[in-house]
């Protein structure tokens, strides 16, 4: 007879019966994080509740997860409950449904078709600006997420969403908000119970898909050449000749928008902050954009050549990752280091730990763009700089949202300074993204 070694398990927290760290994570996600990446090594066990959470900070079992061995995986329990929200979509599918998908999908983001994109960028943010008035306090966490949603709605359905985007922006908002309240609530009620909460969120979203459900019933009938996202979703072709249904194409559309405007939004929310609490950095951006763009608005060809601005972005992203944490649920047993890993079994990836960690950043915590110069990204190990994702399941939009990043920053610097009001302390709200947690107001200095 053959006996099975037990498993061993890593070190960890202990927490208290039944909760485990529960309360303790929920006080403080970032921090109670990185504390015990710090404390207790590269695997450490967390109790989640009844959920066993491996907490990886070794960039080699990052990277296994993400890429070598990512079919081992599945998103995790909080990814999959979106699903009533975003249905299909690229970011919640799995298995061979989501490799057609994003198949079928990719062609929309090739660096041609992006390159289409940016004029509706620097357009856009002109047009938001220009109502601006100099000393005017903003919330500008709120200004950059409608701004980068009007991007991806005109992205996606070009003019036929014009007057629409409310309704649109008022479901996402509501999604957040709901994920938000499951992710720190222990004991909530399933979501078909008709809570005044949950009545609210399904209204919202049942107006949000009217909305999308008639633009996509229009377009099928229309003849005109239109060469927005949506247009292009509607005549891919999989190898047998099948096309996207109306509901494949829904959750797409739902995905791209939620997922293309709030990450976005929070790369150039915290550069604002971070600009504006490092002046010479700030100056130095000002100096770039007056030697390259010469007083014009900034282009799609600009953004490569803007490589400040790029380090800019890349930095604040390394400090304040939209995307700070995200788990997988093991499907297949899988050995990382010292532990094997069962069915059933969370991995926590967490951006905010590797992004911080000393032995690949220097002074971790100082905002330094230049860092980035020489190649510093492609020198970096796999698994320590992955803002957005890795290996198969990395985003699509990728490409887009640097770009989108890059000329949003260019185009408002141009015109405008922020800066801090300073009786008002920036907080986090770690949630699916890291938010600040009641916005970030800001003073408008005309330039």
């Known amino acids: 007879m053959q006996f099975q070694s037990p498993r061993r398990f890593p070190p960890g927290p202990k927490g208290v019966p039944v909760f485990g760290v529960l309360f303790d994570y929920n006080k403080d996600p970032t921090g109670f994080s990185l504390r015990c990446a710090q404390e207790f090594g590269e695997v450490s066990l967390l109790p989640f509740g009844p959920l066993n959470v ?122 957040l908000t709901h994920f938000s309240n499951q992710l720190n609530t222990f004991f909530l009620l399933p979501e078909w119970v008709p809570t005044p909460d949950n009545i609210q969120f399904w209204q919202k979203l049942q107006r949000m898909d009217g909305v999308i459900y008639d633009i996509i019933q229009q377009r099928r009938k229309s003849t005109a050449a239109n060469s927005d ?108 280091g010292d532990y094997t890993l069962e069915p059933g079994d969370t991995v926590f990836l967490n951006q905010w730990v590797m992004h911080r960690d000393p032995r690949f950043f220097e002074h971790p915590d100082r905002f330094n763009p230049e860092r980035w110069d020489n190649s510093f990204e492609q020198r970096l190990p796999k698994g320590v700089y992955f803002p957005f994702g890795d290996g198969p399941r990395s985003c699509i939009g990728k490409g887009f949202a640097m770009m989108e990043a890059v000329l949003i920053l260019a185009a408002i610097a141009q015109k405008f300074r922020f800066t801090l009001s300073a009786d008002r302390k920036v907080e986090l709200q770690p949630s699916i993204t890291l938010r600040p947690k009641h916005g970030l107001e800001m003073r408008l200095q005309k330039k």
Request: with cysteine.
């Open 54 to 175: 491996y907490l990886l900070s070794n960039p080699e079992h990052v990277s296994e997860v993400l890429s070598s061995q990512s079919y081992r995986f599945i998103k995790g329990v909080s990814i999959q409950s979106l699903k009533s929200s975003l249905g299909e979509g690229l970011l919640t599918s799995e298995g061979d449904f989501w490799k057609r998908q994003r198949r079928l999908t990719q062609p929309a983001f090739h660096r041609e078709r992006i390159f289409e994109y940016g004029g509706i960028m620097t357009d856009t943010a002109e047009t938001m600006i220009c109502r601006w008035q100099d000393g005017e306090v903003k919330d500008i966490h709120a200004n950059m997420m409608h701004l980068t949603l009007l991007i991806v709605a005109e992205a996606l359905f070009g003019t036929d969403i014009a007057g629409k985007t409310t309704v649109i922006e008022s479901a996402l908002e509501a999604i």
């Open 229 to 336: 996202l949506l247009t292009m979703l509607l005549h891919l072709e999989d190898e047998d000749g099948a096309q996207m249904s109306d509901r494949e194409i829904r959750d797409e559309v739902v995905t791209l928008m939620m997922a293309g405007h709030e990450t976005t939004a929070l790369a150039l929310t915290w550069t604002w902050m971070l600009l504006a609490q490092h002046p010479e950095v700030e100056e130095k951006l000002h100096q770039e954009i007056q030697t390259v763009l010469q007083g014009r608005s900034p282009t799609a060809d600009d953004a490569i050549h803007l490589k400040y601005a790029n380090w800019i972005i890349k930095e604040s992203m390394r400090l304040y990752p939209p995307a700070w944490g995200t788990s997988r649920q093991v499907i297949e047993t899988v050995q990382l």
